[in-house]
């Protein structure tokens, strides 16, 4: 006979949820190589693949789904954290983007409307919030080409599933740049421990699930340059959003973080609930310049609002063009639309955007591979999607 007795889970959490010596233990744990078997090696208790071996591989279907689902496990019961060397080939391209984002914070600089961190002392780096966008509309073509890595939907769909929200804010740390202070990220890393309280265990053990924390390196970063501090395993202690604000467990994190030195063009990628905080800066040559990708699930809400409408219309014209000249492969063609257009139809006016088969109306997603398989002109996509977004809307 079964036992049905309630298992023992707590429903509300406080400090009282915290004990320092079950986090020690939890995070002790060390990552074992037969566990990831594509990774090119263990480092730091960190994955880290192989870039080009990826690509390699990642264009046989079956191949693809069970790298995707080693990284799944990497970010759910594992050390949280994956790195891939390499993860664009093209440093070109990266030093291309480079130079308009460093452009456009100039500009932001000049007119008075740059901002700082979340995390980190005022005046100690330069961010550019809302890079996705500001990118796309300086320059789409490049947008294009940037967006089309295909690494970068493997690794999100691997953890959000399809119809999630790329956003990206950029952050350069000058030399001399003070280290952020251990934290979780978005959603209930953005909450106070008043407001976590008001959550049962049960969101708290959702949240990590609704987003995906990635970065893009944009010029080498060894350790002295303070590239981020990780705490492998944490993201996995249920009461770690209200712990992380702790200052045993801050100190543990201090203690015990570790650090993986990147290149130009590597990726980093973890889940939002791993103990995490950006470095010092301790080189007088470097400025760690790294595209902070906040993903997000097509069941949550994203940090920033993104005009997908307007980057759409944008990058169409020219991805349209790549497509048919081949610079594009299918495959990359995907990958932009992904980064681009919002894949979730909801919510929706069902009186007037009825679906006519199936259970949902068309995405923008849907809309734009339309457009592109029946060589619409950029007027007639503009068209579709302002008459899309005029249905969004209740009466």
């Not at 990284?71 to 759910?76: D, E, H, L």
């Not at 320059?139 to 690494?151: D, G, I, K, Q, S």
């Not at 992380?244 to 990726?267: I, S, T």
Request: some cysteine; aromatic content about 8%; overall charge negative.
């Amino acid at each position: 006979m079964l036992d049905q007795t309630p298992r023992e889970f707590p429903v509300w959490l406080d400090a009282s949820s915290c004990r320092i010596e079950e986090f020690q233990t939890h995070i002790a744990r060390e990552t074992r190589p037969a566990d990831y078997p594509v990774a090119a090696e263990i480092a730091r208790n960190i994955p880290v693949y192989d870039g080009a071996r990826l690509r390699a591989q990642g264009s046989d279907g079956a191949a693809a789904r069970a790298i995707m689902a080693e990284w799944n496990r990497a970010f759910r019961d594992g050390p949280g954290i994956v790195a891939i060397r390499g993860g664009y080939a093209d440093l070109g391209l990266i030093d291309e983007v480079t130079a308009i984002l460093t452009d456009i914070i100039r500009e932001e600089a000049a007119a008075g409307t740059s901002s700082g961190d979340h995390f980190a002392v005022a005046g100690a780096n330069s961010r550019l919030w809302n890079a996705h966008e500001k990118l796309c509309m300086r320059a789409p073509a490049v947008y294009a080409r940037y967006n089309a890595n295909e690494l970068l939907r493997m690794v999100a769909e691997s953890w959000l599933g399809t119809g999630y929200q790329l956003t990206a804010q950029v952050n350069v740390v000058r030399p001399g740049g003070k280290a952020q202070t251990a934290h979780r990220d978005y959603h209930m890393g953005f909450q106070t421990v008043e407001q976590l309280a008001c959550y049962p265990a049960s969101q708290h053990q959702l949240s990590a699930s609704l987003t995906l924390q990635g970065a893009i390196a944009h010029c080498d970063m060894p350790v002295a340059s303070g590239p981020t501090k990780m705490l492998p395993y944490s993201q996995s202690y249920l009461p770690g959003y209200l712990a992380v604000h702790l200052p045993e467990f801050r100190a543990c994190f201090e203690a015990n973080y570790v650090q993986l030195p990147l290149e130009k063009g590597d990726l980093l990628f973890f889940n939002p609930a791993t103990f995490h905080a950006a470095g010092d800066n301790l080189t007088t040559d470097t400025q760690r310049f790294a595209n902070l990708l906040q993903i997000g699930s097509a069941y949550g809400r994203s940090i920033e609002i993104v005009d997908r409408t307007r980057i759409s219309k944008a990058v169409f014209g020219p991805l349209k063009a790549m497509a048919a000249a081949e610079v594009l492969s299918a495959r990359e063609v995907e990958a932009v639309i992904a980064a681009t257009a919002e894949g979730y139809p909801f919510p929706a006016n069902l009186d007037i955007d009825s679906p006519l088969g199936g259970m949902a109306p068309p995405s923008q997603q849907d809309v734009m591979r339309r457009a592109l398989a029946e060589g619409w002109d950029e007027a007639a996509f503009a068209a579709a999607l302002d008459a899309q977004a005029a249905r969004k809307r209740s009466h």
